[in-house]
């Protein structure tokens, strides 16, 4: 394939990806909405991580962060395309090339691969020299929505899409295979900005508590800036020793019966990473 064709193929995929990635996230954010925002926002308000209610203001910002976000997404998946045709990543087309068991292994590693990625650029952007380039537009959100799982600044917007290049380009992936990783991590993502609690409060005490992150764990770190870096598992957070010291407290109180409301921060950034 000529240049020229690899070129027009990237662009259609990176409007189709446009088009995809942002039906599959306000899908989601909107459902979670539905649910915990509007149709049982009584029944589960001692589930709330934060009491005070969002504000319009902050749901519009995110909303625009967002969109702006899932356009940086799309280049990136354009140049993944052109750079693919180009015989340059380990995607591939025909399952039995690499069979069944490594098709959902290869998923398995991808979001493996996603963990630690994150865990490390999330805690590079809290640099005091990186933060306000990166990471402050995300952190204008205290209070998460679930809109706000994509409300990135471009330059972090780009770190973020960076997790795909990265995969493609060190294991065999089948295509649909990646979409299913993506899958995971948009609907993990939107659950984790989703403000509300969604496990039972004995679920910290089991190894799947130990193993995987729960929404509480990142609205903490939206609330106090430090600590609680992880994106869905909560391996690095404990080998590094950066679970924020209130995480449990707050898992327990967001997860158990009904009690005094708890808004511990307005929604203000201060200048540094805090």
């Not at 069979?99 to 493996?112: K, P, Q, R, T």
Request: glycine share 8%; hydrophobic share 45%; net charge positive.
């Amino acid at each position: 394939m000529n240049i020229v064709d690899r070129t027009v193929a990237a662009l259609a995929a990176g409007g189709a990806a446009a088009v995809s990635d942002g039906l599959w996230y306000a899908g989601g954010a909107a459902a979670i909405w539905l649910v915990f925002y509007t149709l049982f926002r009584r029944r589960l308000a001692s589930r709330k991580i934060v009491q005070r209610p969002p504000t319009r203001k902050q749901i519009t910002r995110e909303l625009i962060h967002s969109l702006r976000s899932i356009l940086v997404f799309a280049t990136v998946t354009g140049i993944v395309v052109f750079a693919a045709l180009g015989g340059h990543t380990r995607l591939y087309r025909h399952v039995d090339d690499h069979g069944w068991e490594w098709f959902f292994a290869s998923i398995l590693i991808a979001v493996m691969m996603h963990d630690t990625y994150f865990y490390w650029t999330h805690r590079l952007m809290h640099h005091r020299r990186l933060y306000r380039i990166f990471h402050r537009t995300h952190h204008l959100s205290t209070n998460p929505t679930p809109w706000a799982a994509y409300a990135f600044s471009v330059p972090e917007a780009f770190v973020q899409a960076g997790i795909g290049p990265l995969v493609v380009c060190t294991i065999p992936m089948h295509g649909v295979a990646f979409t299913a990783f993506m899958g995971w991590q948009i609907a993990f993502n939107v659950l984790g900005h989703g403000g509300y609690e969604i496990f039972p409060r004995w679920f910290l005490g089991t190894w799947a508590g130990r193993l995987l992150n729960t929404p509480t764990h990142h609205a903490l770190h939206h609330e106090k800036f430090i600590g609680s870096y992880g994106l869905y598992f909560n391996i690095w957070d404990r080998l590094m020793g950066t679970n924020h010291r209130d995480y449990e407290a707050r898992f327990t109180l967001a997860a158990g019966s009904p009690a005094t409301p708890v808004d511990p921060a307005p929604e203000l950034v201060p200048a540094t990473n805090g």
